[in-house]
């Protein structure tokens, strides 16, 4: 039996098993609390993934807002779009972003 890591969604469907496909993890950094993105070159058949840690723990009594992470091909996005209610602050993310071939 193979090892690995698994991810399941809800409805505990596996969306990622590490031992179907490798894993390379290209870098780490933090997005910094405004909107931005990171564009890598992608080689045959490779995909980016991501995984997000919030940089800080926050104060109870603070409300964050956190920034929407998207991937689209080559270009990881991060953006603070609002819509949380009495947030007092944006918070910076830890991104660890890899690919998967």
Request: glycine share 10%; proline share 3%; charged share 15%.
């Amino acid at each position: 039996m193979s090892q690995g890591i698994r991810l399941r969604d809800l409805a505990n469907r596996v969306i990622f098993d590490s031992t179907w496909r490798c894993t390379r993890v290209i870098e780490t950094f933090d997005t910094g609390a405004s909107n931005g993105s990171r564009s890598y070159a992608l080689g045959a058949g490779e995909e980016l993934f991501y995984m997000a840690l919030p940089v800080q723990a926050t104060n109870e009594s603070l409300v964050a807002e956190y920034p929407r992470i998207s991937v689209s091909g080559g270009v990881v996005s991060w953006a603070f779009v609002g819509g949380v209610p009495f947030a007092t602050h944006k918070t910076s993310m830890r991104l660890v972003v890899g690919v998967v071939a």
